[in-house]
Nanobody
Framework: QVRLVESGGGSVQAGGSLRLSCTASGDTFSSYCKAWFRQGPGKEREGVAGITPDGSTFYADSVKGRFTISQDNAKNTLYLQMNSLKPEDTAMFFC?????????????????????WGQGTQVTVSS
């Protein structure tokens, strides 16, 4: 069992930055595949960025070059650094984890492949 708690959301103007954190407790988080998802108003949940236990990273095209996913296994924490934020990035952001993994973008960014989820943290970007 893994419990995930996100933090770091907030309100920011377009062009600004935020760093989200996801702290895990329970099982050996370092061996899990992890990802960030978001769900905007009236939209389906979509994968934003994923990272494998060996540190390989994958991004949705909409955030490539602006967002960076990273992990600190010693702290059992997953991060999402978000730069050059746009109003269309406004969403509830969720971290997710699973004890299985594949080095495929389509796999890592699919919410069907994760069984542990945080409660979410809101990100609002104003123009």
């Amino acid at each position: 069992q893994v419990r995930l708690v996100e933090s770091g959301g907030g309100s920011v103007q377009a062009g600004g930055s935020l760093r989200l954190s996801c702290t895990a407790s329970g099982d050996t988080f370092s061996s899990y595949c992890k990802a960030w998802f978001r769900q905007g108003p009236g939209k389906e949940r979509e994968g934003v960025a994923g990272i494998t236990p060996d540190g390989s990273t994958f991004y949705a095209d909409s955030v490539k070059g602006r967002f960076t996913i990273s992990q600190d296994n010693a702290k059992n924490t997953l991060y999402l650094q978000m730069n050059s934020l746009k109003p269309e990035d406004t969403a509830m952001f969720f971290c997710a984890a699973a004890p299985w993994c594949a080095h495929l973008s389509t796999y890592l960014l699919s919410n069907a492949n994760y069984n542990y989820w945080g409660q979410g943290t809101q990100v609002t970007v104003s123009s």
